[in-house]
């Protein structure tokens, strides 16, 4: 099957496909005298694992490392499932940081009037120098937000 035929197939964009043959996370396609791309079921079977592998957040270099667990045959379950628990710990340390980015930007809109007023606690602490003026946040929103900053 040709490129838009392997996109189709996959759910991966044909420019996604494209770089992830350029950075080499997927094994060239074979390609016809034109120079065409002719993708075989095996290319598919790969590039529906690096789609389910995006589709769960992993990152490049992660997907990496589980299509070579993937293709060894001889492979560990425990590499997988220790590879797998660090994303998980990657996904909640991220989450954290995103309810505390919440909180911070929830209380800074909270306390801005919202009239036809110039002053603005948001833009005031958005551009402050320091971070005293986020001090007067509750310590679980300061924190998200210093994370930002």
């Known amino acids: 099957m040709n490129i838009g035929d392997a996109a189709k197939a996959t759910g991966i964009s044909v420019k996604m496909l494209r770089y992830y043959e350029e950075i080499g996370l997927v094994r060239p396609a074979n390609r016809t005298y034109s120079g ?45 499932k220790s590879l797998a628990l660090a994303h998980v710990a990657d996904l909640e340390q991220r989450r954290r940081q995103l309810d505390e980015m919440i909180a911070a930007i929830g209380h800074l809109a909270h306390n801005c009037h919202g009239g036809d007023r110039p002053d603005c606690p948001i833009l005031t602490t958005l551009g402050s120098e320091s971070p005293a003026k986020v001090a007067r946040m509750p310590k679980r929103a300061r924190t998200g937000f210093a994370a930002v900053a």
């Open 36 to 80: 065409y791309r002719v993708y075989g079921e095996k290319d598919i079977a790969t590039l529906r694992f690096v789609g389910r592998a995006r589709d769960l957040g992993f990152q490049v270099k992660q997907i990496a490392a589980l299509l070579d667990l993937w293709r060894d045959q001889s492979r560990s379950s425990a590499d997988v």
